[in-house]
């Protein structure tokens, strides 16, 4: 799969301070998941820890997400 580009850069949003933003003021996070072809989306509590950039979220030690991301660790929020 190739990178994906903006069509519209003048629409881009690339400020850090804006995205940081942007993500402090997420609560869920939709997580799209694939295997065997099949698709998986999943809706999850998230939050966002600004030091390091990152979106944090948990789930059980297995079960059907961890089981996706074994096959497949791409996805797509």
């Not at 799209?32 to 990152?54: E, F, H, I, Q």
């Not at 948990?58 to 997400?65: D, L, M, N, T």
Request: with cysteine.
């Amino acid at each position: 799969m190739g990178e994906y580009h903006m069509r519209r850069r003048d629409e881009s949003i690339t400020a850090p301070s804006e995205l940081d933003g942007i993500m402090r003021g997420q609560r869920l996070l939709t997580l799209a998941m694939c295997r065997d072809g099949g698709p998986n989306p999943v809706t999850l509590d998230c939050g966002y820890d600004p030091s390091s950039r990152c979106l944090c979220f948990h789930c059980a030690r297995a079960g059907k997400k961890l089981g996706f991301l074994r096959t497949n660790p791409k996805v797509w929020g």
